[in-house]
């Protein structure tokens, strides 16, 4: 089993900047890449970043790309995402993923394993 718990969420104005951070703790043998997601009310899980559980490689989505950026410490087992200038419409809860097998899906299907997420409100 492998725990995933965020923090660093919080409420900023429009060009400001957040650090969320992700733990991951439990059993990581077979993980091969987490990655970071959020999602607002009636809408689906969105794509934002991950990165291989060896932190070797990173994939933004272009919504966030210049933005955003993802990387891990693995000696602590932690992912980060800063998030840079951001906007009202990054306004969403925040959750890390983690799962096995091929490394550089998008898909929320494909991830195994979350955290509770945390709130990330931008205000204008």
């Known amino acids: 089993q492998v725990h995933l718990a965020e923090s660093g969420g919080g409420r900023v104005q429009a060009g400001g900047s957040l650090r969320l951070s992700c733990s991951i703790v439990?059993?990581?043998?077979?993980?091969?890449?987490v990655g970071w997601f959020r999602q607002t009310p009636g809408m689906e899980r969105e794509f934002v970043g991950r990165i291989t559980w060896n932190g070797a490689h990173t994939y933004v989505a272009d919504s966030v790309k210049g933005r955003f950026t993802i990387s891990r410490e693995n000696a602590k087992n932690m992912m980060y995402l800063q998030m840079n200038d951001l906007a009202p419409q990054d306004t969403a809860l925040y959750y890390c993923g983690a799962k096995r097998g091929i490394s550089s899906s998008q898909n929320p299907k494909h991830y195994d394993y979350w955290g509770q997420g945390t709130q990330v409100t931008v205000s204008s």
């Open positions: 439990g059993n990581t043998a077979d993980i091969t890449a």
